[in-house]
């Protein structure tokens, strides 16, 4: 009897991690994104991972990483890099699936940029080359909506545009393509 409950135990704690996987999937991908924030704007390729699970029909729980941008040079740029958190609305259909995306992101931008007219910084301190610099943490909110289309049984394309908007004038628009893998 203590074997039959010892092997059920095993049994059920080898099959916990495919339950985990159940209606879970994971994105890779890259792109293009313009983004504002204070005096600078830069646009440049970026890079994403992603993170999904399924706990509705119709509905996507996604956390992820984003990087912005990555412009920063000696004397000026940016570089800006999020977590976000986001639910997913989707319609299926045979070809794939349609979505679009709610969430809230924290962006950590680091940069370094010229003084105001004024002689002030808008965000940061003066440095010694009469440059401002800043590291600022932001929240924001993010709007998108996308297209996975089917490529095998467990893979998908994605292409997507989002849109973040945040303190501190922060605005950034992103189109991405990627990889979609579903775990189940």
Known sequence: MKKR?????????????ALATENM??????????????QQSADKANY???LAHQFARSWYAEVGYQRLADNLEE???????????????????????????????NVDVKGIEGRREEGGCALGGVTVANSCEFDEGVVA???????????GLNTMF???????????DL???LVNVGIRYNFN
């Open 75 to 105: 004397n000026e740029g940016m570089k800006a890099d999020a977590l976000y958190l986001a639910v997913l609305g989707k319609a299926s259909a045979a070809i794939g699936e349609l979505y679009y995306k709610l969430g809230i992101m």
């Open 48 to 50: 994403h991972f992603a």
């Open 171 to 173: 605005a950034a628009n």
């Open 25 to 38: 999937y994971g994105v890779i991908g890259t792109g293009y994104s313009d983004i504002e924030f204070s």
């Open 158 to 168: 994605r292409i997507e545009a989002t849109h973040v908007r945040g303190e501190h």
């Open 141 to 151: 909110g993010m709007v998108g909506f996308g297209f996975d289309y089917h490529l």
């Open 5 to 17: 409950f010892a092997a059920l135990g095993i049994a059920a704690g080898l099959s916990l991690p």
